[in-house]
């Protein structure tokens, strides 16, 4: 069986950090690109971040970049997302995606 499991959510302040991650099982982790998106109440679900196989090519979306950065360690199975500066408009949920296997995602919230 697949499993991606987020962690790492919480509540923080604006201009707060945190650092979100995905562990997964079930796949040769290595071979795989991975995603992270997210998905905020009443909008629709966007693409954050993506990263290589092996973890030499990343990219984030938009306004996102410069403050979130995407990475794996493919020794353990694992993927990260480290978000900086977070903004309010930052709070959504967020998941970890492969080749359309989701994980149940990991609630940020970014308010004062």
């Known amino acids: 069986e697949v499993q991606l499991v987020e962690s790492g959510g919480g509540l923080v302040q604006p201009g707060g950090s945190l650092r979100l991650s995905c562990t997964v099982s079930?796949?040769?982790?290595?071979?795989?690109?991975m995603r992270w998106h997210r998905q905020a109440p009443g909008k629709e679900r966007e693409l954050v971040a993506t990263?290589?196989?092996?973890?030499?090519?990343?990219y984030v979306v938009g306004s996102m970049k410069g403050r979130f950065s995407i990475s794996r360690d493919n020794a353990r199975n694992m993927l990260f997302l480290q978000m900086n500066s977070l903004r309010s408009e930052d709070t959504a949920m967020y998941f970890c995606?492969?080749?359309?296997?989701w994980g149940h995602g990991t609630q940020v919230t970014v308010s004062s």
């Open positions: 995606e492969t080749s359309n296997i």
């Open positions: 079930g796949i040769n982790f290595g071979d795989y690109v």
């Open positions: 990263i290589s196989s092996a973890g030499t090519g990343t």
